[in-house]
């Protein structure tokens, strides 16, 4: 499996961006994908996921309300919705897929990560 992860960019503060990630190959395997971003220097931040049976999210306390995560299983596509960023927000942001239900707040869980995609937040 592969995924790849778009969309980033430079956005002000209080804008929106969406982030797309496109898995492609045996992608019947994936049972979960997730958003994580990163900043340098400091751990990966677990963000928010998507179950691919039913479409069922989890998220990180520090986006809830302001990032949603949908997925388009016609594309193979799960997308990021952010609102209202903030410079906090600043960092390269990976997709990850689980092949099967285990702790999704952990990296270790994650066979198939995605390259990053920058998003900068001015203020």
């Known amino acids: 499996v592969q995924l790849q992860a778009s969309g980033g960019g430079l956005v002000q503060a209080r804008g929106s961006l969406r982030l797309s990630c496109t898995a492609s190959?045996?992608?019947?395997?994936?049972?979960?994908t997730a958003w994580w971003r990163q900043v340098p220097g400091k751990e990966r931040e677990f963000l928010g996921g998507i179950r691919w049976t039913d479409g069922s999210t989890w998220y990180a306390d520090s986006v809830q309300g302001r990032f949603t995560i949908s997925k388009d299983d016609a594309l193979n596509t799960i997308y990021l919705q952010m609102n209202n960023l903030k410079p906090e927000d600043t960092a390269a942001y990976f997709c990850?897929?689980?092949?099967?239900?285990?702790?999704?707040?952990?990296?270790?869980?994650?066979?198939?990560w995605g390259q990053g995609t920058q998003v900068t937040v001015s203020s």
């Open positions: 190959g045996h992608t019947f395997t994936v049972y979960l």
């Open positions: 990850a897929g689980v092949d099967g239900v285990l702790p999704i707040r952990l990296t270790t869980s994650y066979k198939y």
